[in-house]
Structures are given as C-alpha cells and as structure tokens.
C-alpha cells in the first residue's frame, strides 16, 4: 500500500502513512493528525458494519476517526475515472447536527488543497486520490 511512497490517500483509509526517511514525507499528514488529536479519537474503518460516513461505492472508501463533537474522514477512490460522491453521514453516530456542520479539507503541503463542503454536497475524487475531510461544528 505504501511501499515506495505509495498512495497517501488509500493508506490513511486504513490508518497507515510511509515512514520517514523513505519516499514521501509523511510530516505533513502527521502534523494533520496531531492539529485534529488523532490519538484521542476512535477509528472506525470502512469495512466496520457501523461506520458513521459512506461513500454508497465499493471503489470509493471512508474510514471515521471519531472524537466527540468531531470527525475526521479519509475518503480514497479506487475509481477509473474521476467521480462525486455525497457522503452518507449518520449524523447521531458523529454526535452532530447536520444544520450546524461542515466539512472542510484543511490544506496539507503534497497531498490537498483547501476546500469547504456543506453536509449533502457531492465530493470530486480523481483516480487514486482522495481526501482528508474534518467535519465539525461550524
């Protein structure tokens, strides 16, 4: 999954990032994990029969990193092609009101942009990328 460098977004679905000193510097993802208090939280992977955020695809996955009042969601595609994917977000698992929430992606040098997505928005994936999605109180 990660062996030489690998894919960064298909790794964090199952918790993992390349090591330093190999290719890729995962100091980025890490510093991401620490601002959001990753240790503290709770991961519930895609494959979990009660993880709280779907993607509705079986080439598009997401695993929860859940603290209260809070979520951390890596979303990865294994699509051919670029897709958009609405979340299925059960709101009471995450501990949140959907009127109050948004899911933001916080820029991480190497591996995304910035970006803001309202709950119900669909997600653009390109092929072998994905996301690193907070979703919180506004």
Do not use: C, H
């Not at 894919?7 to 964090?12: E, F, I, L, T, V």
């Not at 995962?26 to 994990?33: G, V």
């Not at 958009?84 to 995450?94: E, F, G, N, Q, S």
């Not at 929430?101 to 653009?124: H, L, M, Y």
Request: overall charge positive; charged content about 20%; proline content about 9%.
């Amino acid at each position: 999954m990660l062996q030489d460098g690998g894919n960064p977004w298909r790794g964090m679905v199952f918790g993992m990032t390349n090591r330093l000193p190999w290719a890729g510097d995962p100091r980025p993802i890490w510093k991401a994990w620490d601002a959001f208090g990753i240790t503290d939280s709770r991961m519930l992977g895609w494959w979990a029969k009660g993880a709280p955020v779907r993607t509705g695809r079986d080439d598009v996955l997401a695993t929860t990193y859940l603290r209260p009042g809070r979520a951390m969601v890596a979303v990865a595609s294994w699509a051919a092609d670029t897709v958009r994917v609405p979340l299925a977000i059960d709101w009471r698992a995450l501990g949140l009101d959907s009127s109050r929430a948004v899911i933001r992606a916080e820029p991480i040098d190497s591996f995304q942009p910035a970006a803001t997505f309202a709950p119900g928005d669909s997600i653009p994936l390109a092929p072998a990328r994905g996301w690193l999605l907070t979703i919180a109180p506004r």
